[in-house]
């Protein structure tokens, strides 16, 4: 089975510039999940779809970073424009549904300059 | 709301000894979901172990258990007969089943000494 796949895995850019980043879940799993994870940080949700509906965005700087999940399926996370602190790695994640097993992907390492 | 404390921000033990990874927990959610995923240097996020709030009996995995005390909000796990590939970040987490959130601690870096 594979995995969740994310592009790009590294990004460098500098502030002020749009960055976007593309997760591609696993197979039939409804439930779709982006987290930033600063270095040395627990992860935290950025925003969460089910099927192509957003559930929770409430973490979400919604001034600059925006997502969507369209047809359900892949999903991309867009910054617009980045700043020095948001310089954290990207994971995407993924679940059959809303109480089964997050399996996640490699993540995208964003640095900003 | 959910908060997770993991008040051991590294701990070390010794090949094919046993360490106990501290976490507490704080949740709103009348049924919820408790896990340990482990994070290696540059490798992506795995499960290790899962915890059903509702189940009393603690969650076993090979050499991976759990000791779980639902009225003290604890949720330690244990590492038995630690190896090299042990070595990594574990994250202590909880999750609602209302809409799968999980909210994660802050860490643990385990070493594991040859």
């Known amino acids: 089975e594979a995995g969740v796949a994310q592009s790009p895995r590294y990004k460098i850019i500098e502030k002020r510039q749009s960055v976007a980043f593309w997760c591609n879940p696993i197979s039939g799993h409804a439930t779709l999940y982006w987290y930033q994870q600063i270095l040395g940080q627990g992860p935290k949700l950025l925003i969460q779809f089910q099927n192509n509906g957003v559930v929770d965005d409430s973490q979400l700087p919604k001034d600059r970073f925006s997502a969507e999940r369209l047809k359900g399926v892949d999903s991309t996370l867009k910054i617009q424009p980045a700043k020095l602190e948001d310089s954290a790695v990207y994971l995407c994640?993924?679940?059959?549904?809303?109480?089964?097993?997050?399996?996640f992907g490699p993540g995208t390492r964003l640095t900003v300059l | 709301a959910q908060t997770v404390t993991q008040s051991q921000p590294e701990m070390s033990v010794q090949e094919a000894e046993t360490v106990t990874l501290s976490c507490t927990y704080d949740t709103s959610e009348s049924d919820y979901y408790l896990f340990w995923y482990k994070q290696p240097p540059s490798r992506q996020m795995i499960l290790v172990i899962r915890q059903e709030a509702y189940k009393q009996q603690n969650a076993t995995e090979n050499r991976f258990s759990v000791n779980f005390q639902k009225a003290a909000k604890s949720f330690s796990l244990k590492i038995s007969d630690s190896q090299l590939g042990d070595a990594a970040m574990y994250f202590c987490?909880?999750?609602?089943?209302?809409?799968?959130?999980?909210?994660f601690g802050q860490g643990t870096i385990l070493t594991v000494h040859p």
């Open positions: 994640a993924s679940s059959l549904d809303l109480v089964n097993e997050q399996f």
């Open positions: 987490t909880s999750g609602g089943t209302s809409y799968g959130k999980l909210t």
